[in-house]
């Protein structure tokens, strides 16, 4: 494994202080509204009786919090993994939100698929449908995966691309901007990369772009941990969470 500029120490000095949550900060799905999306989701595999492949590339490869009877790394096609969903809670706020991980049109991405075995597929992928589709920042979709035993049919979560939270093609130092000084009530969002990208290396996921955050976001945060101000791309300062 390659050795982190990104630490949970560096994190941990740039981000010292709690955040309170703001619920009115971002809309979130109803309980309704997820349930059916589910059911249609169900509804639209070929064999309603099959088991579920579920595609993994970001929070889902460190906290899976799943039932699964295997797991296998996977590539898809068609699809990249990058920094375009604005988030305005949990680990952002609206005066500095942060930015995470959705898959947008084009290139590969890399990272697992879990297999979740019938019966009772409904019920051991509701928990983290829901925490994934409440935000409303995904849409899914149905993706073909590559993996050392065969191609399989697999669900992923991919950008909302008309939705309020999509940002777009944010440039590198923009994102590591966003990342280096949002935090939310759960955590830092560079905690979030951290962990994205810690996984990947540990499984041999070589990701060009994580790479590069990681090692921009760290620069931001040891200059913040040491004088308390973040400096952005654009020149301006920006005052840190460090006292």
């Known amino acids: 494994m390659r050795v982190l500029s990104l630490t949970r120490d560096l994190i941990r000095r740039s981000h010292p202080e709690p955040v309170a949550d703001d619920r009115t900060a971002m809309h979130l799905l109803s309980d309704e509204e997820i349930s059916t999306y589910l059911d249609a989701m169900l509804a639209d595999r070929p064999d309603p009786n099959a088991d579920i492949w579920l595609f993994a590339y970001g929070s889902l490869m460190w906290k899976p919090e799943l039932d699964f009877a295997e797991r296998r790394l996977a590539n898809v096609r068609g699809w990249h993994r990058r920094f375009c969903l604005w988030q305005w809670r949990y680990r952002g706020t609206r005066d500095k939100p942060g930015v995470m991980l959705a898959l947008d049109r084009g290139g590969s991405c890399g990272g697992m698929v879990y297999h979740l075995s019938a019966p009772n ?123």
């Open 121 to 243: 597929v409904r019920e051991k992928i509701a928990p983290v449908w829901r925490r994934e589709m409440i935000g409303n920042g995904y849409r899914p979709r149905w993706v073909t995966a590559d993996t050392e035993h065969g191609t399989v049919t697999a669900l992923a979560f991919v950008a909302h691309r008309t939705g309020e939270r999509y940002a777009g093609k944010l440039s590198d130092e923009s994102i590591a901007d966003r990342i280096g000084s949002a935090c939310g009530h759960i955590g830092p969002s560079a905690e979030y990369l951290l962990e994205t990208v810690a996984r990947c290396e540990e499984f041999g996921i070589h990701d060009r772009h994580l790479w590069r955050m990681q090692r921009l976001v760290a620069g931001r945060l040891g200059r913040c941990a040491t004088d308390g101000v973040l400096e952005t791309q654009d020149g301006n300062s920006q005052v840190g969470s460090h006292p």
